[in-house]
């Protein structure tokens, strides 16, 4: 009997050429063609999955907001049972720095989206503001659960600080992008700027440095 198409299986694979061949020629540039010659499948294969580009990217996008989200639960996982609100607030802000090959592509192919948006009103017209404002809400939502508990510095605002974390975190992440800092020095700055909100280590105790 012919194998059984695994029809997730498969557009999870056109998705992922996707990733590779704009990682080295930039989103901008990537044809349903050149994906098509990526996965090995035809261009008919591609079309009849995605039927346009913008769906194709679409669905890539989403491909790796999910493998971002992993990478983010990992590292959540990696600081313990109790990892506390900011333990959990540092761990979504540095894993977007590109700090490998995956951060990389996840910081480029990003970007490179909400360029295009501003241009592509089908691009725009899509639900990519979602995704930012989840985090938005995320890290808010950590910063108000560390005030409660007492851990935030006086008079810090969770909402106002959670925009600004998560825009220094895309900046720096940038600035790693085209050579101007390392990822341990964009870490450091992001440590700095949460050590000056948290009065506490997101535990409950003093923050010990040195």
Do not use: W
Not at 68 to 96: C, K, S, W, Y
Not at 167 to 194: F, N
Not at 204 to 210: I, K, L, R
């Amino acid at each position: 009997m012919p194998r059984r198409v695994d029809h997730t299986e498969r557009r999870t694979e056109i998705a992922e050429a996707l990733v590779r061949v704009a990682g080295r020629c930039g989103l901008h540039a990537v044809g349903m063609r050149d994906v098509a010659a990526e996965a090995g499948v035809s261009l008919r294969l591609v079309q009849y999955y995605f039927e346009t580009k913008e769906k194709l990217l679409l669905f890539g996008l989403r491909h790796l907001t999910e493998r971002f989200g992993e990478r983010v639960a990992a590292r959540v996982r990696a600081a313990g049972d109790d990892p506390g609100p900011r333990a959990v607030i540092e761990a979504l802000l540095t894993a977007a720095l590109p700090a490998d090959e995956e951060s990389r592509s996840f910081h480029h192919l990003y970007t490179s989206y909400a360029v295009l948006a501003v241009h592509d009103e089908a691009l725009a017209a899509q639900p990519f503001i979602k995704d930012p404002d989840a985090a938005e809400a995320t890290v808010t939502g950590l910063l108000q659960q560390a005030r409660e508990a007492g851990l935030l510095a006086p008079g810090v605002d969770p909402g106002a600080e959670a925009v600004s974390l998560l825009a220094m975190s895309a900046g720096l992440g940038t600035s790693v992008l085209v050579g101007q800092r390392s990822p341990e020095s964009a870490s450091a700055i992001l440590g700095y700027h949460l050590d000056r909100i948290f009065r506490t280590n997101g535990h409950g105790s003093p923050e010990t440095h040195g």
